[in-house]
């Protein structure tokens, strides 16, 4: 298994609870001081800089018009890590290029970082939360099919070398596709996506070779995801995926006592309690299926995954291995129960940081986790063969 | 005992794309376009119009059994449908009634021909850009929460019928999103209009009523008559106490105003 530090780069110091009404997209940057940010800014970098010298590797995202998250580019970052860091894996998880107005200059920025940290990128594909919308204008109707005519021309234009192409799709358009560089990881850096509750979503990315992740989700819903994968590739005759085509997010926090690191657990939830977002930009029309948005306008549904499981608290994000906290050997019991229980799973980010953590409080968790967790499991789950789209078996490649 | 008249319901394919439409009452064609909530198939006052009307209320494929085609990407592709509607039907003289969106869309009909059509009455019509960049004509009914947005669209929040949707069966709950699926896909981005058509204002080359709710907050009063300037032969009416919809929020007013406008165009084609 692999290990991941995450950090969501979140502006802690906002108003009093009842003086604003969302942390995304409405709240005024006046609320954001750039003394402390640029110091916020640097503090998170160090954690990565930190996690690549505890043999950790690096997981990047971006938001936008957002509290909760300052990477307004999650290309920012990860261009950084490319330099300061010497080993680590540097994914970012990820590019939102459903979003993005134009695909291939991504597919130009991740060669180059792939190049600059010699092959050390994994680049993830995002359709993004539903919030981004209304920071990109992009209609929410069209987000799935452009997630993936973009993540098929990206790939496409890194793995062409005879000069340009012609792409005249349904949402994109480009008369000359010649990308330079090409990328350092041959054909290509490893591809993620991530997902809720779309199965065949999940599917196609696994199908694809590329590698499909879950954050924060409740241990019955993400072992019903990865089976349903595993499942639906065993009715399509392909080869059984192996456990690093899964990923999982947690929030994680690891103490030399119980007590310490319960403490330090409630500072990382700290990003759950205070992602408060209005209803309404979470279900904007068309970016659920039909039938989840009939619910959210006749009040049959009314808040996100994240506010359903915020309403149960730390004992209930526990059992259900959304928080994983505690002293080493009680966090390793907690990883290899959960590999257990999801039929397996071959990377494991860890959100060791939100809020108003300083760095000492971070580094001493992330230290633990490295030193004393990750030792114990690195071994667990299988690992691909190959590269690329899995097998038929029988030895055809999927389509 | 007044019997109200007989509606007559039926699919139509054009071109493709599967129409369904209600067609009621005898005399001169009257199509009638609906707003994106879609408030207008049964208006009180159809009853009265359909005494000298046969009306014709085409829905928008997602506000019913059909949904929208992928090929449907805008109101002016819609606008093609319901012209191919016109020649289909072989109607003639047409008065066009368009609510909201409805407008929008007769007056992307009107721009590519008025061969069929007389005259048109648009009510809280969206569709044209008149303001600069950094002016917001058209509020954005996605970004603020749902009282908000009733604020902005009704004088008297009270009415607006969609106050309370937690009766919703799961079926009709369904034709609901499926219909603001449509409209999400349709206006999202231009939001509510097509940056070409002010240019195209000029074809509109027959009368048209322009009416305003003269509390309207999605769009208000200014772009009505800016809109009714805009065209050959346009005319404004505000109506006072009502939003953006002021044919459910002062019926009566409302139906007084369109008379009068049909009655001083009766002579028209």
Redesign the interface.
């Known amino acids: 298994m692999d290990f991941y530090h995450f950090t969501e780069f979140a502006w802690p110091h906002l108003p009093p609870d009842d003086e604003f009404t969302s942390a995304r ?2 709240l005024p940057s006046s609320v954001y001081d750039p003394k402390r940010g640029a110091d916020l800014y640097n503090m998170c970098l160090d954690q990565y800089v930190l996690a690549d010298e505890l043999g950790l590797n690096c997981m990047v995202n971006e938001h936008h018009q957002t509290a909760t998250c300052l990477n307004s580019s999650g290309t920012v970052p990860l261009s950084i890590l490319a330099r300061q860091t010497k080993n680590a894996r540097i994914l970012i998880l990820g590019n939102p290029v459903a979003n993005l107005a134009d695909p291939i200059r991504c597919a130009e920025e991740m060669a180059m970082i792939d190049n600059i940290s010699y092959g050390r990128l994994d680049c993830g594909f995002v359709r993004g939360v539903p919030y981004e919308l ?1 920071a990109s ?6 987000t799935s099919e452009r997630l993936w005519e973009s993540i098929d021309l990206i790939q496409k234009a890194w793995t062409t070398h005879d000069g340009p192409f012609n792409y005249e799709g349904k949402w994109i358009h480009k008369r000359q596709v010649n990308v330079w560089p090409r990328p350092y990881q041959q054909p290509h850096p490893p591809v993620w996506t991530t997902g809720g509750s779309d199965l065949a979503h999940a599917c196609r990315t696994v199908a694809r070779g590329f590698t499909f992740a879950m954050f924060l989700t409740p241990v019955d819903r993400l072992s019903q995801m990865f089976k349903g994968v595993r499942s639906w590739c065993k009715g399509q005759g392909l080869q059984r995926p192996a456990d690093d085509k899964f990923a999982f997010m947690p929030l994680v926090a690891v103490g030399e006592t119980e007590k310490e690191a319960r403490e330090v657990i409630e500072r990382v939830f700290w990003y759950v309690v205070n992602n408060k977002a ?4 979470r279900a ?3 970016y659920v299926e ?2 989840l ?3 959210f ?4 549904f009314t808040g996100g995954r994240t506010d359903a499981i915020r309403k149960q608290g730390m004992e209930y994000f526990r059992e259900n291995h959304v928080a994983i906290y505690g002293t080493p050997e009680n966090v390793v019991g907690q990883i290899n129960a959960l590999h257990r229980k999801t039929g397996g799973f071959g990377h494991l980010i860890a959100m060791l940081h939100a809020g108003d953590m300083d760095f000492d409080v971070t580094a001493k968790s992330m230290t633990l986790f490295a030193e004393k967790v990750a030792p114990h499991l690195k071994d667990l789950g299988t690992v691909s063969r190959n590269f690329g789209p899995l097998r038929k078996l029988g030895g055809k490649k999927a389509a | 005992m007044k019997t109200p008249p007989k509606i007559i319901s039926e699919t139509l394919k054009l071109a493709g794309t599967s129409v369904e439409l209600e067609r009621r009452g005898k005399g001169r064609s009257l199509l009638l376009l609906h707003s994106e909530d879609g408030f207008e198939f049964d208006l009180p006052l159809l009853d009265n119009l359909a005494k000298k009307f046969e009306i014709v209320i085409p829905r928008m494929p997602g506000f019913g059994k059909p949904s929208l085609p992928n090929y449907l990407n805008s109101i002016d592709d819609i606008s093609y449908v319901w012209l191919d509607l016109l020649d289909r039907l072989d109607l003639t003289g047409v008065t066009v009634l368009g609510f909201s969106v409805g407008g929008w869309l007769a007056l992307e009909m009107a721009s590519k021909s008025t061969s069929r059509i007389a005259r048109m009455a648009l009510v809280g019509s969206v569709g044209v850009k008149f303001g600069g960049a950094y002016d917001r004509d058209i509020e954005d009914i ?5 009282g908000a947005v009733r604020g902005l669209r009704f004088a008297d929040p009270d009415k607006d019928p969609h106050l309370d ?2 009766d ?1 069966s ?1 079926r009709q ?2 034709t ?3 219909s ?2 449509a ?3 349709i206006c ?2 231009p939001y509510f209009h097509n940056p070409s058509l002010r240019n195209r204002l000029h074809r509109v080359d027959v009368p048209v009523q322009v009416v305003w709710g003269a509390k309207d907050g999605m769009t208000a009063p200014n772009y009505g008559r800016a809109l009714a300037k805009a065209l050959p032969d346009g005319r404004f009416v505000s109506i006072p106490k009502a939003g953006h919809f002021p044919h459910i929020e002062q019926s009566d007013q409302f139906a007084a105003a369109l008379i009068n406008f049909l009655e001083d165009t009766k002579g028209a084609r």
């Open positions: 997209l409405n209304f204008n992009r209609n929410p109707t069209e209005e209803p309404q930009h904007p029309p068309g039909t039938s948005y009939a619910d306008l006749s009040g049959r | 996605y970004f603020h929460n749902a949707l937690t919703l799961k709950a369904m609901l999103a499926s603001r699926e409209i999400a896909k999202w981005e």
